[in-house]
């Protein structure tokens, strides 16, 4: 993730690329092309919003909606940390043929941005309908409504090809502009100046092509210097985005603790095991009889 300025900060914006990352979250699940695209996607837009932001904290990404993929979330840390996962019914999927992409996947529904920055905190949560023909058009709502900035956006995700040169993974690349208000920081352009900038940079943008905002062999910095480097730019240090879960088999013990012990006995299997399987990342946690006493020792022990 690399932000930038342009013209001396009359606008801001934001450079994403994933590969690997979206290789190692996608493959740990079985998705259709439809669902793994989106997720692509939705792994895209949460790690350019968070990027946004300054302070600490889990930024969560979640699409909810009446349609075949009914949940979808993805969430980023300030430290780079990605993942996500979604809920969808294959046959219901196979079945939505009409619409825009967004209609077949979502329905009906919603995308809401949630700033966790830990206990003893206020969540922020913004929300707006998906109103778009594409999760980039909805998201493009959601940054100009919450944010109150004009706000231009390019994504492109491309899924796994085989073959040549022995294949390639996942590959996803985001830019997004945004216009920001004329303030102290830039008091050596006019109102009109500052139009005719923000005008340039989304011209600028959409002269990028899909296949160079998808091509690793571009580095960031080098496919942002060729749209704009007579416009001022100037980058930030590019942040680091990776695959990792947070998931833990503590914090799945306090989980387990939340719920009544009885209805947790009713989840033992065969063995007399209880099995919590993150949706994130697939790992299994196993719960023995004694493994479970202590989970609930420890509740009474605890102040
Ligand atoms: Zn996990």
């Given at each position: 993730?690399?932000?930038?300025?342009?013209d001396?900060?009359?606008?801001?914006?934001?450079?994403?690329?994933?590969?690997?990352?979206?290789?190692?979250?996608?493959?740990?699940?079985?998705?259709?092309?439809?669902?793994?695209?989106?997720?692509?996607?939705?792994?895209?837009?949460?790690?350019?919003?968070?990027?946004?932001?300054?302070?600490?904290?889990?930024?969560?990404?979640?699409?909810?909606?009446?349609?075949?993929?009914?949940?979808?979330?993805?969430?980023?840390?300030?430290?780079?940390?990605?993942?996500?996962?979604?809920?969808?019914?294959?046959?219901?999927?196979?079945?939505?043929?009409?619409g825009?992409?967004?209609?077949?996947?979502?329905?009906?529904?919603?995308?809401?941005?949630?700033?966790d920055?830990?206990?003893?905190?206020?969540?922020?949560?913004?929300?707006?309908?998906?109103?778009?023909?594409?999760?980039?058009?909805?998201a493009?709502?959601?940054?100009?409504?919450?944010?109150?900035?004009?706000?231009?956006?390019?994504?492109?995700?491309r899924?796994?090809?085989?073959?040549?040169?022995?294949?390639?993974?996942?590959?996803?690349?985001?830019?997004?502009?945004?216009?920001?208000?004329?303030?102290?920081?830039s008091?050596?352009?006019?109102?009109?100046?500052?139009?005719?900038?923000?005008?340039?940079?989304?011209?600028?943008?959409?002269?990028?092509?899909?296949?160079?905002?998808?091509?690793?062999?571009?580095?960031?910095?080098?496919?942002?210097?060729?749209?704009?480097?007579?416009?001022?730019?100037?980058?930030?240090?590019?942040?680091?985005?990776?695959?990792?879960?947070?998931?833990?088999?503590?914090?799945?013990?306090?989980?387990?603790?939340?719920?009544?012990?009885?209805?947790?006995?009713?989840?033992?299997?065969?063995?007399?095991?209880?099995?919590?399987?993150?949706?994130?990342?697939?790992?299994r946690?196993?719960?023995?009889?004694?493994d479970?006493?202590?989970?609930?020792?420890?509740?009474?022990?605890?102040?």
């Open positions: 993730m690399l932000p930038f300025l342009l001396a900060g009359l606008v801001r914006g934001r450079l994403v690329r994933l590969g690997p990352a979206l290789d190692e979250i996608l493959g740990g699940h079985d998705y259709p092309a439809m669902v793994a695209e989106r997720l692509a996607e939705t792994l895209t837009i949460a790690s350019a919003l968070a990027g946004a932001l300054k302070y600490e904290g889990v930024f969560t990404l979640q699409i909810q909606g009446d349609g075949p993929i009914p949940l979808l979330v993805a969430d980023v840390t300030s430290a780079g940390d990605l993942r996500g996962y979604a809920r969808f019914d294959a046959e219901r999927l196979a079945a939505a043929t009409q825009t992409v967004v209609e077949r996947c979502f329905g009906k529904g919603y995308l809401a941005f949630t700033v920055q830990g206990p003893d905190t206020d969540r922020y949560q913004g929300i707006v309908a998906l109103e778009g023909a594409t999760l980039a058009d909805c493009r709502a959601y940054f100009e409504r919450s944010e109150q900035l004009a706000t231009e956006m390019m994504l492109a995700v899924p796994p090809r085989d073959g040549v040169g022995g294949g390639a993974g996942w590959r996803a690349g985001m830019v997004t502009i945004q216009r920001m208000p004329l303030g102290p920081r008091p050596i352009f006019t109102a009109e100046e500052a139009g005719e900038s923000w005008n340039r940079s989304i011209i600028l943008l959409r002269s990028l092509r899909e296949e160079e905002l998808l091509d690793g062999a571009i580095a960031p910095a080098r496919l942002l210097n060729r749209l704009y480097h007579a416009d001022g730019l100037v980058t930030d240090p590019a942040r680091a985005l990776r695959a990792r879960c947070r998931c833990s088999a503590d914090r799945v013990r306090g989980t387990l603790r939340s719920f009544p012990r009885q209805e947790i006995e009713e989840l033992k299997d065969e063995n007399g095991e209880v099995v919590v399987t993150c949706e994130f990342c697939k790992t946690y196993h719960y023995s009889a004694t479970l006493e202590a989970v609930y020792v420890t509740e009474t022990d605890a102040p």
